[in-house]
């Protein structure tokens, strides 16, 4: 409850009570919070003084608001980070979660033109396009769709590209390594596609990591994109 008495402002205990309360895990994950009006009848402060605490909640991702339903408590976020370290899933695992690997395809294409230019490929100089999916808790968590230059990995498609991780496969196989990392982080939101495969509303936010990997001559070798649910992880960037 909160103090009147007490010389800490109104809306810092309000604040601080909910803290409490999804720290505990008396708001579970997923499930609704008391309205406004009911958050502020029952601490004996106004709807806006509520409304102001709940929106700079929101904002920190430890709620999220549906339309014409209410507020929900948002599921802790996986603290990544810059893949440029360590691969997702070498991540996932260290920090103790079961991480599963789906192969959606994997085929050899001219690519688009933006990819051909990040891979410095001529017109007719064709791809692999590798994509899979990678999920924690039996829930999608993100995208992988890869770009590797045929002549440089050629019979790719037949490696096991579910239990070994590609960078490894790219390095012992055909002496892949990367020198340097060529890195773009953005919000985007989900195509209908991208939905589907991570079970999400179209729209639903998510980043999108693009990665150029190079090798020690200068040359592209990968180009890869990550798109990661951003209801479920957040990415750590250090300089």
Known sequence: MI?????????????????RRLHTGEWAPGAPIPSENE???????????VRNVITKLVQEGLLFRIAGKGTFVSEEKIDAKSLFYEGIREQLERLGYEVTTELLGV?????TKD??????????????????????????????????PEKLAPGLENQNLVEEQLCTILSKQYGLTRSRVYEELESVAASKT??????????????LLQDTLVD???????????IFR?????LRLEF
């Open 3 to 19: 103090d009147k008495t007490c010389a800490k402002p109104l809306h810092r205990q309000m604040e601080e009570a909910i803290r």
């Open 39 to 49: 958050l502020g009848n029952e601490n004996g402060i106004s709807r806006m003084t």
């Open 107 to 111: 085929k050899a294409c001219r690519g």
């Open 115 to 148: 990819v051909r230019q990040k891979l410095a490929l001529g017109a007719e100089e064709k791809v692999y396009v590798i994509q899979r999916r990678r999920g924690v808790k039996g829930k999608p968590l993100s995208l992988h769709i890869s770009y590797i």
């Open 194 to 207: 991208e939905a589907d495969l991570l079970d999400i509303p179209a729209g639903h936010p998510l980043l």
């Open 216 to 226: 020690k001559y200068g040359v592209p070798f990968e180009f890869a994109k990550v």
């Open 230 to 234: 951003g209801d479920k992880l957040k």
